[in-house]
């Protein structure tokens, strides 16, 4: 059974930047990689396997061919492809926005909600996040800043650095801030309501769309809620769970157990090495995404190089 390596849909947002591309490996002719979803099956953005005799077909293509087996047993619970893991360079602030869970959006939008999690891979020294509120207001307040341009004042604006980490619940109020890069894992979802943009506009010369009433129907109008982490796991959710692991070089094979239960996504955030499973042994570099199939076994990392390992929940 193979390790699958995986080349990513680039997106090119008007907030992005080239850090993606000239850091992280990320091939494409766009000027902008504003997001690499470097784990899709989603079909605004698929991913596509990018070695072997299977180089070219799209991820979903390949494992529809295959079987639902690759995905392992817990995959059973869902409709289609259980997660999506991309990279994010903001070059400029995105819109504040918000994301609907899945009763809501099921009725509203006939599609599942949006659960995130980020990890921060770099910033620059200035660099922040909106994370939901500063204090609890109503939603008449919500409304009438919305409407006058002070929604920033009571948001919650964190500094981030390299390594924090945010769990976004449907229903909080975020934006990443210019400078940042991060590691997003979230529900198989494209779903966002965006509700201020700082009267930007879009490539067509137009301000972008805004989604105020239905925000209004679904945002949290209170601060958010602290997440304990343990040990090296850095969300663990009912949709997902997020490991970040490190390996160095001279240290012993860094060992990862892929059971029936599921398969694994191994995005590599820093640093190279090699990564070996069945005698089948491939290096790594920055950048690198790798789809294991369930059942895969045991798998050796060796190297000097930091790692997300996401999975959906068991």
């Known amino acids: 059974m193979s390790i699958y390596k995986i080349k990513p849909a680039v997106k090119d947002y008007i907030w992005g ?3 993606l591309k000239t ?12 997001e690499a979803w470097v784990l899709s099956c989603h079909p605004d953005g698929l991913s596509y396997i990018d070695e072997g005799k299977e180089k070219g077909q799209t991820l979903d293509g390949y494992l529809r061919s295959q079987g639902r087996e690759l995905l392992g047993k817990t995959a059973s ?7 999506l893991v991309k990279l994010i360079d903001a070059k400029r602030d995105l819109s504040i926005q918000v994301h609907p869970g899945d009763d809501y959006a099921l009725e509203h939008e006939k599609q599942i909600g949006k659960t995130e999690f980020w990890y921060v891979l770099d910033s620059d020294p200035d660099a922040y996040i909106y994370y939901g509120f500063n204090k609890e207001i109503s939603k008449e307040e919500f409304k009438r800043r919305i409407k006058d341009n002070t929604l920033v004042e009571v948001l919650n604006k964190i500094p981030v650095k390299k390594g924090d980490t945010f769990f976004i619940e449907p229903g909080t109020l975020h934006a990443i801030g210019k400078g940042t890069v991060l590691a997003e894992v979230q529900q198989n979802s494209n779903l966002t309501y965006r509700v201020y943009d700082f009267g930007r506009v879009g490539a067509d010369g137009k301000p972008r769309t805004l989604h105020v009433d239905k925000a209004l129907d679904v945002t949290r109008l209170l601060p958010p809620e602290n997440r304990s982490r ?6 663990d959710c009912s949709y997902f769970k997020v490991r970040h692991l490190s390996v160095r070089e001279g240290d012993r094979a860094l060992k990862i157990t892929v059971d029936n239960n599921s398969f694994r996504n191994l995005l590599i955030t820093d640093g190279q090495g090699t990564i070996e499973a069945s005698g089948e042994k491939k290096g790594f570099t920055k950048g690198d995404s790798f789809f294991i199939p369930a059942g895969t076994g045991d798998i050796l990392i060796s190297g000097a190089a930091e790692m997300l390992l996401s999975s959906p929940a068991c």
């Open 77 to 83: 619970g869902y409709e289609g492809f259980p997660i």
């Open 23 to 34: 850091e992280y490996g990320v091939e494409t002719d766009k000027e902008i990689a504003a």
């Open 230 to 235: 343990e040990g090296d796991t850095v969300a």
């Open 17 to 19: 930047g080239v850090r």
